[in-house]
């Protein structure tokens, strides 16, 4: 006979340092801990390397504000995969197995304390950043939560809105640095389409859970086969916007070499999204999530040759 979920809690209870460690585990979960790791390291190369112009580095380093605002962005992140936690729990019993798992080790409630604490602590760093600031996280926290309540369930408008709000902190950098350009454009849509596809890739191999649940998601609503001519459309529009970043960029770089790449890969995409059976599709969403990580590091690697090399 195997052991229930309240045998196992029991079990693990009876070892007091080991279920605090369950909690902790539990509450990382929660806040998906590598995410936001992974999120910070962006925001930090993007902003030194990226939205920086004239500004020289060592006066990003020292400038507190920009330590603030990513602080906050991370904060605020963290809290809104708490809520989705909550609004998401009976699809992640099914789906994410040993997520749920390690999460039934922390009551509710104090995912709940946790939520509203993330949420107090980096309004409070923004109010004593700016006023602005404060306000550009009150709007972010109201949308994640909205997002989370509401639009979620949305049929389109919750692909939209989750990679929206992935991309809001990044918006908010751009802002304060006044940086904007055509070529800032075209790859903040390159970026904005490859979440995109990565999104509806996750509907697609969730599809069978979500038709169970009820969720209205484009491979439950149209089936598919329609989502993946969608996602012809969308790779053909990202092949278009890497190409773009090629042509405006002034003279070959890491960043031209990673677009110039992006062509290519994006090109080969369309065999396998024809290709491959829907529920076997995870590997395909994976390796783009890996190319978004490789982004980041040839634009590290670019700004550390065009500072200090060049």
Known sequence: MFPTQQNINKK??????????????SLLSGARFFVLIFFGFTLYVSTLFLFMQEESLRNVVFDYKVHGIILCSMLSIAAGG?????YDKEKDRLEKPLRFFLQSFLKQKYFLYSYILL???????AIALSFRIFMFFLVYQFLIWLYSHKLSKILIINNLSHVS????????MMVYFRHFSLKLAAMAMFLFLILLIIDI?????????????????????FGVSATRKMLFVLV?????????????????????AYFTLSVLMM???FYPLFCVKFFKM?????LLRVWVFIGVVFMLLNGIYEHYLL
Request: glycine residues 6%.
């Open 82 to 86: 708490i809520i989705n936690h909550f």
């Open 236 to 256: 053909g529009l990202n092949i278009i916007s890497a190409f773009t970043v090629v042509v405006l960029q002034v003279h070959f770089s890491f960043l031209s």
């Open 201 to 221: 890739l996750k509907d697609i191999v969730s599809f069978r859970i979500d038709k169970v649940l009820g969720y209205p998601t484009l491979p439950t609503v």
């Open 119 to 125: 949420n107090v602590l980096s309004l409070g760093i």
């Open 282 to 286: 995870y590997w395909l969403m994976n």
């Open 12 to 25: 693990v209870h009876a070892s007091g340092w080991l279920y605090r460690t369950s909690q902790f585990i």
């Open 267 to 269: 090109s080969v995409l």
């Open 165 to 172: 709000l992935s991309l809001y902190p990044f918006s908010g």
